[in-house]
């Protein structure tokens, strides 16, 4: 499909306005004699409004503008105590008067006295923040899972009170928001064509998967073939690409569009979470020493950073072709650097 007939199927679901776009698409230099590849950068950590944007803002144009479209008055969401995604949905929602209500598990348990980064921002942005304390004993999962049952019971009670609310999944990664990623795969289309260029590679951090689903439908819309390669950040269960398949399916049909995408569409590599989320890693660290001092930008240690220790992995192994032409997508999440040590690692 032509880039025109994708952007007219976007235009036809609800939507608003949240961000700077487009954001920047530019050559990494340095980086790219570096390297010996062509590598470019796809800046969704400037996509506004706050100083600290990223590619949950692209999925939340289209969630706050359902949840206006439903005339809710809340949204909650879901996420870890550091959540970027938390923190935009927050400062999205109080931007256009719906109630922003998150609930928070404490993979880092915050110091009330000392609160840093995100967590910061949701308090204040006004929010109501609900941290939810692993116990003893309790993984991860089953403490988000407590959260989730937390956040429901929370959102029968305002609906008995007469309220509506709008729920927004973990990463908001749902039919609705990962729209914003074929908005996004269309934009970066949109700048290779004036650049006259053609992406081989697309490499980034994926959590929840909502981006990578958004990608990959866009993609395929668009009759691209640049490789998607996905890094995850966090331990995945074993359905991750075949609930991410059905998840850029319905996408697809949220927009209008058939279902095109397959298992055999997404490249995800599990090899550069370790030790686990939230958890810095030596590539991590190095990813983001390589940047900050090569090109003076920012990456993170909880996603992008591992992100982009995949591609350089991938780049001296020879995976990636010398000469190729390579765009890392950066989803932004540089606050988490202003974060709890233990979440930051040693970074010099
Ligand atoms: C959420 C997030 C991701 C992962 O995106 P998903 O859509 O959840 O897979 C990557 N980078 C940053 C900085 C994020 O906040």
Not at 54 to 60: F, H
Not at 233 to 248: F, G, H, I, N
Not at 271 to 278: A, K, Q, T
Request: charged content about 20%; glycine content about 12%.
């Amino acid at each position: 499909m032509k880039l025109e007939a994708v952007k007219k199927l976007l235009e036809g679901v609800p939507k608003v306005s949240l961000g700077f776009f487009p954001t920047p698409l530019y050559r990494l230099e340095k980086l790219s004699k570096e390297l010996g590849v062509n590598l470019y950068i796809k800046r969704d950590d400037f996509s506004g409004k706050n100083l600290f944007g990223g590619n949950k803002t692209r999925k939340l144009e289209f969630l706050i503008g359902k949840a206006l479209q439903d005339g809710c008055d809340y949204v909650f969401t879901y996420g870890a105590t550091q959540s970027n995604h938390a923190m935009q949905t927050i400062w999205t929602a109080v931007s256009h008067g719906l109630k922003p209500v998150v609930y928070l598990a404490a993979v880092v348990e915050p110091d009330e006295e000392d609160m840093r980064s995100n967590l910061l921002l949701d308090h204040i942005y006004g929010a109501e923040v609900h941290v939810v304390s692993m116990q003893e004993g309790e993984s991860f999962f089953q403490a988000e899972e407590r959260s989730f049952q937390m956040g429901a019971e929370h959102v029968a009670r305002l609906e008995r009170e007469g309220h509506k609310c709008y729920n927004i999944p973990v990463g908001g990664a749902d039919a609705t928001g990962s729209a914003g990623y074929i908005s996004g795969m269309a934009e970066i289309c949109g700048q290779a064509q004036e650049m006259g260029l053609t992406f081989d590679y697309l490499y980034h951090a994926s959590g929840s998967g909502g981006t990578m689903a958004g990608l990959v439908a866009g993609k395929k819309l668009l009759g691209l073939d640049l490789e998607i390669h996905s890094i995850t950040v966090a331990d995945v269960d074993a359905d991750y690409v075949s609930t991410k398949t059905q998840l850029a399916n319905e996408v697809l049909a949220y927009i209008g569009a058939d279902p095109l995408v397959t298992e055999a569409d997404f490249m995800v590599d599990e090899g550069f979470y370790l030790p686990g989320y939230e958890q810095p890693s030596a590539g991590g660290t190095e990813a983001i020493q390589l940047m900050a001092r090569r090109e003076g930008l920012l990456l993170d240690p909880v996603y992008t950073g591992k992100g982009f220790a995949g591609l350089l992995s991938d780049v001296r192994t020879g995976k990636i072709k010398p000469g190729s032409n390579v765009l890392f997508l950066h989803t932004g999440g540089a606050t988490a650097l202003f974060a709890e040590k233990e979440i930051l690692g040693q970074l010099f």
